[in-house]
């Protein structure tokens, strides 16, 4: 094993060698043996090792293997040195093996070691994109749990930092082929982290690049299966495949095979869905999914099937009104619970789906349903009106703390309830499917001070131009649905306010 002078002077043979270096193959091979010896001796290995590496292409292995077992060293700090140096050997052929290096040394627990192989292989990236992405894939695909996970979170952290000269159209296609084959065997997790990384290519970004997006989601969530809702793993993998589709959809990308999906298999089962994530409601999460999905659908071939589907579905819960005895108190001995997120979701995806078959409820209905539902809908209606009531009169005279409480948060979200808006078109004669809808859990686009309104402006003397309807691509969120359902606080209901049927609820 040589010493560190030995070290030292093989260095200066080599450096004094100017361009006759790489005859110099003993000195080199002196510098290799120094990993063999001490902690300064590995030090100084560590440093002179890449500096001639590209000199001596007859010992690239050796080279390779001896910086290899420095960056496993027990002496942190040797590791560190080690590391630091590997872009030097990311050169040629050898470029994909050191990626595939660097990608295992992902696994370390030593955050300065781990931001050190992050930023080694950044700058390998920069080098050769594609071979970098060789060796990252190839430890995604063959490599440990713990390989794989790291690997996988730096592609969805890192990607978004380089360069599009680095990123180019090329690149992005080898991600998405490598991502493909991942993709056939995924956690939740892993799906959700590569569905960031390939809806963030530039390549993706255009109407068929979303498409391709929606068939990969598509082809995960196994929507040619027969849906189990009994299964809590095929539960929870419609809905995470379901959550990244949603933010793809558009007017040109439609949800049509996840909403026709949704109605023939999962609707019917609804009640008996089960899930492995404790506390979620599991039916709002779905009724809330289809709603966001309901804007977007294309034509559907069986349209009239689907309605009626979720018709039925409404009308679970929309219960009528209750008989009133001589006395005019309620005859019965419990009053009905108004589930006002559910039915606002099946109100919205009704709605919308409706305006593609615009006399479904006077031709495909009998008179005698319509009219059933009519009275189930103005009830609902007036029994919203008098919950915001009752929680605007619970909340007189608190101040401070006590209007940061989930009364406070239930008014404002009960007040944005799309129900009203909805059940004025739906009162028409026929129901019309007109109004522009905004669900309670999307933002409300704000007019600026002193900027005119479109109907205001008349000075051009032509007529003003109509804004687009319908939800805008840019503020579309996922709903975080309120906790518990509001039907719990329903019990202390003042039917004493209740209305005749037959005169019409107040409605904005």
Known sequence: MPTVEELYRNYGILADATEQVGQHKDAYQVILDGVKGGTKEKRLAAQFIPKFFKHFPELADSAINAQLDLCEDEDVSIRRQAIKELPQFATGENLPRVADILTQLL??????????????????????????????????????????????????????TLPDEVLTKEVEELILTESKKVLEDVTGEEFVLFMKILSGLKSLQTVSGRQQLVELVAEQADLEQTFSPSDPDCVDRLLQCTRQAVPLFSKNVHSTRF??????????????LTTPVEGLDIQLEVLKLLAEMSSFCGDMEKLETNLRKLFDKLLEYMPLPPEEAENGENAGNEEPKLQFSYVECLLYSFHQLGRKL??????????????????????????????????????????????????VRMLMTTQKLSVPVTDSDLFHI???????????????????????????????????????????????????????????????????????????????
Do not use: H
Request: proline content about 6%.
């Open 107 to 160: 696994q370390t627990d030593d955050s300065a070691e781990f931001n050190l192989v992050n930023n080694a292989l950044l700058s390998i990236f920069k080098m050769d994109a594609k071979g970098t992405l060789g060796g990252l894939f190839s430890q995604i695909l063959q490599g440990e749990d713990i390989v794989r996970e790291r690997a996988i979170k730096f592609l969805s952290t890192k990607l978004k």
């Open 430 to 508: 026929p129901p019309s499917y007109k109004s522009t809808v905004t669900l309670s859990w999307k933002p409300v686009q704000k007019v600026e001070i002193g900027q005119k309104r479109t109907s205001e402006d008349t000075s051009s003397g032509s007529p003003p131009k109509k804004s687009p309807g319908g939800p805008k691509r840019d503020a579309r969120q996922i709903y975080n649905p309120p906790s518990g359902k509001y039907s719990s606080n329903l019990g202390n209901f003042n039917y004493g306010e209740r209305f005749r049927l037959g005169t019409s609820s107040s409605r904005d």
């Open 358 to 407: 615009p006399d479904f409820l006077t031709a495909k209905l009998n008179a005698e349903k319509l009219k059933d539902f009519k009275i189930r809908l103005q009830y609902f209606a007036r029994g919203l009106q008098v919950y915001i009531r009752q929680l605007r009169l619970a909340l007189q005279g608190k101040t401070g703390e006590a209007l940061k409480t989930e009364e």
């Open 259 to 272: 909403v026709t999906y949704f109605c023939e298999q999962v609707l019917p089962n609804l009640s008996t």
